[in-house]
Nanobody
Framework: EVQLVESGGVLVQPGGSLRLSCAAS????????MSWVRQAPGKGLEWVSS????????IYADSLKGRFAISRDNTKNTLYLQMNSLKPEDTAVYYC????????????RGQGTQVTVSS
C-alpha cells in the first residue's frame, strides 16, 4: 500500500522560507517520479513541481520557478520541497504525489500539510 506522509507546514511570514518533507513507503521510491501539488482555499489542485528518478530531472510551474526547489533522497525514501521568498498567495495545503508531471492527477496522494503565509 502506497503511503505518503507530508510534514513541515507551518505559519510563516511573507518573505520567509520553509522546507516540506514527504516520507514515502509501500512502493519502490527510487524508481518513481514524484510531484508536489497544492490546493489553496476555495481552489482546485495546482501542480507545483516534479522530479524524476534515478535521473533527477526537475520541472516547475512557471509561476514558481526560481523560488521553489524540489529534491529527493532515495536512501531515505523522502521527497522535499524548499520554498523561498514565500508570498501570501502560496498559502495552501501541499500534497506529495506519486507520479510525474504528466501522471500526478491519477497518482496516490498524502494527507497534505498546511502552509500559511501571513504577517
Amino acid at each position: 500500500e502506497v503511503q505518503l506522509v507530508e510534514s513541515g507546514g507551518v505559519l510563516v511570514q511573507p518573505g520567509g522560507s520553509l522546507r516540506l518533507s514527504c516520507a514515502a513507503s509501500g512502493f519502490t521510491f527510487r524508481t518513481s517520479a514524484m510531484s508536489w501539488v497544492r490546493q489553496a482555499p476555495g481552489k482546485g489542485l495546482e501542480w507545483v513541481s516534479s522530479i524524476g528518478s534515478p535521473i533527477m530531472d526537475t520541472i516547475y510551474a512557471d509561476s514558481l520557478k526560481g523560488r521553489f526547489a524540489i529534491s529527493r533522497d532515495n536512501t531515505k525514501n523522502t521527497l522535499y520541497l524548499q520554498m523561498n521568498s514565500l508570498k501570501p498567495e502560496d498559502t495552501a495545503v501541499y500534497y506529495c504525489v506519486k507520479g510525474g508531471a504528466s501522471t500526478w492527477r491519477t497518482g496516490s496522494r498524502g494527507q497534505g500539510t498546511q502552509v500559511t503565509v501571513s504577517s
